[in-house]
Antibody, heavy 123, light 107 residues
Framework: EVQLVESGGGLVKPGGSLRLSCAAS????????MNWVRQAPGKGLEWVSC????????YYADSVKGRFAISRDNAKNSLYLQMNSLRAEDTAVYYC????????????????WGQGTLVTVSS | DIQMTQSPSSVSASVGDRVTITCRAS??????LAWYQQKPGKAPNLLIY???NLQSGVPSRFSGSGSGTDFTLTISSLQPEDFATYYC?????????FGPGTKVDIK
């Protein structure tokens, strides 16, 4: 069974930093591209970042470019999101999500999602 | 960036109704579109990918169609567990973008 478990969320002051982690199990993590998607309270979904299976390709939403960094450790079956210079508008539940690898998609979408971790940016 | 819109933003329907949700892309995305269902407090669940492919385990009352800029998600006979919010996502290019969502609630 595919499992994605996020951790690392919490309360942080504006301008602060936080590192999210996602532990993957139940599939060959190193064979899949992975995503972070967020959802502000009461709002819709916002794609944040994507990293290819070998980390050779990385993409970001304009809203986080230059402040967030996605990375992965295939030996540890883990995905990360380093978030710096946090703003109030970064407050959201952050989901880790797996991109399926049976279809050669040009962008990305996700077939499995974690339960999310809440990040609150407030003074 | 490709902008995604959805209509309606909300719909009230009864069990057994046929429900259709529309998603439009600001430029052509071929068939690179996914649909998700999300219930309150839960992660999204993939329903349809590549515009019309039913994800494994998803009931056959869900179907998707369209290509280019205009897409639809149809629920042929609404069930109690289908009351939720539905999102489309373009998978044609980066940055990826979601539609604003359509809430399906009980009439």
């Amino acid at each position: 069974e595919v499992q994605l478990v996020e951790s690392g969320g919490g309360l942080v002051k504006p301008g602060g930093s936080l590192r999210l982690s996602c532990a993957a199990s139940g599939f060959t993590f190193s064979s899949y591209s992975m995503n972070w998607v967020r959802q502000a309270p009461g709002k819709g979904l916002e794609w944040v970042s994507c990293i290819s299976s070998s980390s050779s390709s990385i993409y970001y939403a304009d809203s986080v470019k230059g402040r967030f960094a996605i990375s992965r450790d295939n030996a540890k079956n883990s995905l990360y999101l380093q978030m710096n210079s946090l703003r109030a508008e970064d407050t959201a539940v952050y989901y880790c999500a797996r991109e399926p690898n049976h279809i050669a998609v040009r962008g990305t979408f996700a077939d499995h999602w974690g339960q999310g971790t809440l990040v609150t940016v407030s003074s | 960036d490709i902008q995604m819109t959805q209509s309606p933003s909300s719909v009230s329907a009864s069990v057994g109704d046929r429900v259709t949700i529309t998603c439009r892309a600001s430029q052509g995305i071929s068939s690179w579109l996914a649909w998700y269902q999300q219930k309150p407090g839960k992660a999204p669940n993939l329903l349809i990918y590549a515009a019309s492919n039913l994800q494994s385990g998803v009931p056959s009352r869900f179907s998707g169609s369209g290509s280019g800029t205009d897409f639809t998600l149809t629920i042929s006979s609404l069930q109690p567990e289908d009351f939720a919010t539905y999102y489309c996502q373009q998978a044609n290019s980066f940055p990826s973008t979601f539609g604003p969502g359509t809430k399906v609630d009980i009439k």
